[in-house]
């Protein structure tokens, strides 16, 4: 019977200890931050739109020159996100093997919240404004309210591709590799946001040449790793930066291209991101961690590109 109960004992203390370190990280909770104890904060579904238009300039027969600009909605079409005007240069050696590099700016929208000091009228019964009585004045009361604001903030981008092609019959397969690094160019807290992202870009696609028509339907998955993501520390006073990766999106998207002529093209796709980001909150005088968390959100995301050639 003793020994029954010693077992019980045993697994109900497991059992509390395996709760504990899986409970979400809050602070002053003395559980140290890892990936598997951040708040997850799910920020919902999100349909956005991305019109964009390029020039591509052939440079001989293995050359080409790029230029192009994009234009970015989120939160149902209802708000810019970002506008993004990008050149390139791309080499083809081979049919089956093309590099690529291009340095993009990258005007991203920033909606905020302010709180700010506001006069609400002080009505009658009837619904009139009260003034007061020996002035004339209208009567106010102050509020403290919400307020939100808007910004512009750049990021300065480089994309370095190598791309893999093989065909199969009538079916193109493709393998991209794409390495980007991005500068940020506002004042950030190196712990919770690096200043310098580098993010590895790997997408498969697949896609079908009709016989006889302009169309030419594909499909594709892309995930985005996150190389140098500053790893949570319960004090950054206490403890040297660190970085590790993590996997913070996966792309999937169906489309296909129209030939318009030899010269213009149309590329209508959707695609559905699963994004998740890991963000860090720390006290900026003692240094302690005040947020941990992993914000979920899926987007599904209606793409117009329009192709110039010349």
């Known amino acids: 019977m003793k020994h029954n109960l010693r077992i019980v004992l045993t697994l109900a203390a497991l059992m509390s200890c395996t ?31 991305r019109l964009r238009a390029s020039l591509e300039i052939p440079l001989g027969k293995k050359w ?15 708000k810019l996100d970002k506008i993004v005007s ?9 049919d089956f093997l093309k590099f690529g590099i291009d340095y993009s700016l990258v005007n991203e929208r920033q909606y905020d919240t302010e709180e700010v000091e506001v006069q609400i009228p002080v009505l009658n019964d009837d619904g009139s404004q009260k003034v007061d009585n020996m002035t004339g004045e209208p009567i ?16 300065h981008r480089t994309n370095i591709d190598v791309t893999g092609m093989y065909r199969i019959g ?35 696609k697949t896609a079908y040449d009709l016989r006889n028509s302009r169309w030419e339907p594909y499909a594709f998955v892309e995930l985005y790793t996150m190389l140098n993501s500053p790893k949570p520390v319960d004090n950054f006073k206490d403890f040297p930066l660190q970085n590790e990766a993590y ?6 998207a169906v489309g296909t291209e129209f030939k318009i002529n030899n010269y213009h093209r ?45």
């Open 266 to 310: 149309l590329d209508m796709y959707y695609m559905v991101h699963f994004n998740r980001t890991y963000n860090s909150r720390y006290k900026g005088n003692k240094g302690d961690l005040k947020e941990w968390s992993l914000e979920k959100m899926c987007n599904h995301v209606i793409c117009i590109d329009y192709k110039f050639k010349l």
């Open 140 to 155: 106010y009361n102050f509020a403290m309210q919400d307020v939100e604001t808007k910004s512009w903030g750049l990021r």
């Open 19 to 49: 709760m504990l370190f899986a409970q979400q990280w809050e602070e002053g909770a003395g559980i140290p931050p890892t990936r598997g104890n951040a708040q997850t904060i799910d920020e919902g579904n999100d349909v956005q739109g």
């Open 170 to 204: 009538r079916v193109k397969l493709s393998l991209r590799e794409r390495l980007r690094i991005q500068f940020r160019t506002d004042s950030v807290c190196k712990y919770e946001k690096p200043e310098t992202t580098f993010s590895l870009r790997s997408r498969f």
């Open 86 to 94: 990008s050149v390139g240069v791309g080499y083809k050696p081979w």
């Open 247 to 252: 996997i913070n999106r996966v792309r999937l």
């Open 64 to 78: 080409e020159v790029t230029w192009s600009e994009q234009v970015r909605v989120m939160d149902n079409f209802s």
